[in-house]
């Protein structure tokens, strides 16, 4: 199985930065893409950046410019470095990875549990 473990959420203000990171531990072999997603409260959760092994990113385009996903395959970690912030984007945020295919051993998909970012505004 594959664990992952969000961290770095909190507060911050409007226009601020901030950082979350994600660990991935267990089968981290089963792991290919990793993502970081978000869902806000009384909307559906939206995918905000993803990053292949190989290190390429794909972006929503509503963050395009102001965040950064990045990836350590040796430390099994994503972090995603979210800048020039706004109120709409409070949120859990939650890491996703996928499974690698032709891998019946592995599971297809894993989240972690999120961890909160919220803006003031």
């Known amino acids: ?60 385009d509503f963050v395009k410019g102001r965040f950064t996903i990045s990836r350590d395959n040796a430390k099994n970690s994503i972090h995603l470095q979210m800048n020039n912030l ?5 949120a859990v945020y939650y890491c996703h990875a996928k499974g690698v295919g032709g891998w019946p051993r592995c599971p297809k998909s894993s989240w972690g549990q999120g961890t909160q970012v919220t803006v003031s505004s």
């Open 1 to 60: 199985q594959v664990q992952l473990v969000e961290s770095g959420g909190g507060l911050v203000q409007t226009g601020g930065s901030l950082g979350v990171s994600c660990a991935a531990s267990g089968d981290t072999i089963c792991i290919s893409d990793m993502a970081w997603y978000r869902q806000a409260p009384g909307k559906e959760r939206e995918l905000v950046a993803s990053i292949t092994r190989a290190g390429s990113a794909n972006y929503a």
């Open 86 to 90: 706004k109120p709409e984007e409070t």
